[in-house]
């Protein structure tokens, strides 16, 4: 089944190819868990999805680090004016809220944005889960601004939201993983557009990578 082999490939550090659904967004996402990522992974994600490359983390450790959604952020800021507050996006075209919060870099990184700096900040964050201090961690040991979107899964998951930012969430606590993923958009350098699925499958297959469709994980996650 499609859903043991993305379990056995992420438990290894590999990548799972992730397709949401027709009525969303339509795109297929490269994930991987954050706590095995490395350079390598994020020049893959560059190179062969080129979307942008962010960390999904789950409910729970989200709130341990008090992070809050960025449209919330905005809009209950004071420096921006009412006028200005109109652009906030609190609502997708497709329907969903968007679950960016900050983006954050490690206070070892230089400039953020290179694979080895990517790396750092993504698999430092997946270390501080395990952390028994990590708000206190977390505050020491990152800067805002930085290169890596937080991305906060909804309490619940798939019964919530079924974006790519809860769905590789779920993927990685079925696989008994630390609920923190980076996941980055394929998109097609032929089209200008996502990567269709029929072409994301074609990749997945060859390359030997587990390709799940989101409307097979939904249906698994209401009877498991
Ligand atoms: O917009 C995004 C962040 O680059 C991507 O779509 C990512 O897949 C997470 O968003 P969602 O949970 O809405 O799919
Ligand atoms: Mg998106
Ligand atoms: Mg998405």
């Not at 992974?41 to 979307?51: K, T």
């Not at 890596?148 to 798939?158: D, E, F, K, Q, T």
């Not at 072409?199 to 939904?218: T, V, Y």
């Amino acid at each position: 089944m499609a859903l043991d082999d993305a379990i056995a490939s992420l438990k290894r550090g590999e990548f799972v190819l992730l397709y949401d659904s027709g009525k969303r967004e339509n795109e297929v996402d490269m994930v991987v868990a954050a706590q095995f990522v490395t350079p390598e992974h994020i020049s893959r994600m560059r190179q062969n999805a080129g979307g942008l490359i962010c960390l999904a983390i789950g409910d729970s450790f989200a709130k341990s680090l008090n992070l809050q959604y960025m449209h919330h952020i905005l809009s209950r800021s004071s420096d921006m004016d009412s006028d200005s507050k109109q652009m906030i996006m609190g609502t997708a075209p497709y329907g969903d809220h968007p679950t960016f919060s900050i983006s954050i870099n490690h206070k070892q990184t230089y400039t953020g944005i290179t694979d080895k700096d990517r790396a750092l900040t993504i698999k430092e964050m997946a270390n501080l889960y395990r952390s028994s201090n990590a708000k206190k961690e977390f505050i020491s040991s990152f800067a805002t601004p930085g290169h890596v979107p937080l991305l906060l899964a909804s309490n619940g998951l798939l019964a919530k939201r079924q974006g790519h930012t809860e769905m590789s969430v779920y993927l990685a606590e079925l696989a008994k993983l630390s609920p923190v993923t980076a996941i980055c958009e394929m998109m097609d350098a032929q089209t200008y557009s996502a990567l269709s699925m029929e072409k994301a499958q074609k990749f997945a297959k060859e390359n030997a990578i587990p390709f799940i469709d989101g409307k097979e994980l939904l249906e698994f996650s209401k009877v498991h």
